[in-house]
């Protein structure tokens, strides 16, 4: 039996799905300690039942994913919309050195991703897959990255990806506590009593859940109640009506000069650029003239608001189209490649990384978030800094500002340009 789901058929049951995935994850204390975006939760249960089906040969299901692709670009443009390089500045040098690490990680991941392909035989497209893409981009850069891979002529990449964030995900929410309590207890570190920190009674809490539904570094702008404080300007008023609508229309013009630019960019050079990455090139522009020029409001709560709105929407979509079949003949390679890129995170970390950022308390609590979104999400990130800080009483203000700032949002200015400059190289 064949079961063919309508465009309104389908978007209305990833909206279920997505509603499904929320519930799940509030009653689900697996879910909830590991950070699993709701997405990858109501789609993922629904891809196994359309394996299950296919399987046994009682039915095969296809979709019209076709809101997939405008939702993807919008969400795209938001991220770009959030990096103001005013929200830098906050940060200070330790930002930028932190960026550093970040960006260079995301290089690693991917050079780690085409090597390994390569000695193991396998395409290095699917390399690729396995390393920038979907551990420093998480679910959201598996979804986004994996189709465009498909389109290359690479069967099984949206599988791979996605297959390579979730193992990520988890890892890195396992490892980011342990390798800072190691390191505190190596370098024989004690937690500060003075500046930079305040006690940490509370958990991240509702900041960290508003998080959760997101992915990886493609998390979105909104991350967490200290960054909101963080980038929050005089006079930024709720979200209502009015400012949704003119963020909406700001981030619809965007999303159509963004796919001509990437139209223009192939035409002139041969080189294939993603329509939602010209988006958030364009909106990464727009939003620092507007910062200048003051042409228009931008209403961080909308543009978070709709943020949310269109990952959840197209990593549901994404999800649920998985082709879980395909994953069979590649696991052993893939397995592999996620092995060396665990190692080396690890080994990144302790011994780059911490040093980086001043081998100090504050320099572990960001350890444990750097494996959270490096392997994972932000959201992992934060809740690996909230348990490490909550182990020693001691909150660390530094990291909570910076981790999030760049894990949710500055990552992606240049991890997305290497990453297709990467998908080009090897197509």
């Not at 000695?119 to 189709?147: N, R, W």
Request: glycine share 12%; hydrophobic share 55%; net charge neutral.
């Amino acid at each position: 039996m064949e079961l063919q789901l309508s465009l309104v058929q389908t978007s209305a049951l990833a909206m279920v799905l997505l509603a499904f995935g929320e519930f799940a994850r509030r009653r689900v204390g697996f879910l909830e300690k590991f950070c699993i975006p709701a997405p990858v939760v109501g789609g993922f249960l629904f891809a196994l039942l359309v394996l299950v089906l296919r399987q046994t040969g009682a039915a095969e299901i296809s979709l019209d994913t076709s809101l997939q692709t405008p939702a993807m670009i919008a969400f795209f443009s938001t991220i770009g919309l959030a990096g103001s390089l005013a929200t830098i500045k906050k940060g200070g040098k330790l930002l930028l050195v932190y960026l550093v690490a970040c960006w260079s990680l995301a290089i690693a991941q991917n050079l780690i991703g085409m090597g390994m392909a390569k000695v193991l035989g396998v395409d290095p497209m699917l390399g690729i897959m396995a390393g920038a893409v979907s551990l420093e981009g998480g679910h959201g850069g598996a979804a986004a990255f994996g189709p465009t891979a498909e389109e290359m002529g690479v069967q099984g990449a949206t599988t791979v990806a996605i297959a390579s964030a979730t193992f990520g995900l988890v890892a890195g929410s396992l490892l980011g506590g342990m390798l800072a309590s190691f390191l505190m207890h190596w370098h024989k570190l004690k937690a500060p009593q003075k500046a930079g920190v305040r006690e940490a009674k509370q958990p991240v809490g509702a900041g960290m859940r508003k998080l959760a539904g997101g992915g990886g570094s493609a998390g979105g702008p909104a991350v967490g109640e200290d960054l909101d404080e963080a980038i929050k300007q005089p006079g930024d008023e709720i979200s209502n009506y009015s400012s949704l609508l003119s963020t909406a229309t700001v981030i619809g013009i965007i999303m159509v000069v963004g796919m001509l630019l990437g139209d223009w960019i192939a035409e002139i050079t041969g080189f294939s650029l993603p329509a939602y990455v010209g988006a958030m090139i364009i909106a990464v522009i727009f939003r620092n003239l507007n910062d200048k020029l003051k042409l228009i409001k931008i209403n961080d709560d909308s543009v978070n608001l709709i943020s949310q709105m269109t990952l959840g929407f197209f990593l549901t979509l994404a999800m649920m189209s998985l082709k879980i079949w395909e994953l069979a003949n590649l696991a052993g390679p893939l397995s592999v490649i996620l092995l060396v890129q665990l190692v080396f995170i690890v080994l990144f970390s302790a011994f780059v990384v911490f040093r980086m950022m001043g081998k100090d308390y504050d320099a572990a609590t960001m350890v444990a978030g750097f494996l959270g979104h490096g392997l994972g999400a932000t959201p992992n990130a934060l809740a690996n800094m909230d348990a490490f800080n909550a182990k020693f009483g001691i909150r660390s203000e530094k990291a909570f500002l910076i981790v999030p700032l760049a894990g949710a949002v500055l990552i992606d200015l240049v991890a997305l340009p290497w990453i297709v400059w990467c998908m080009n190289l090897v197509a």
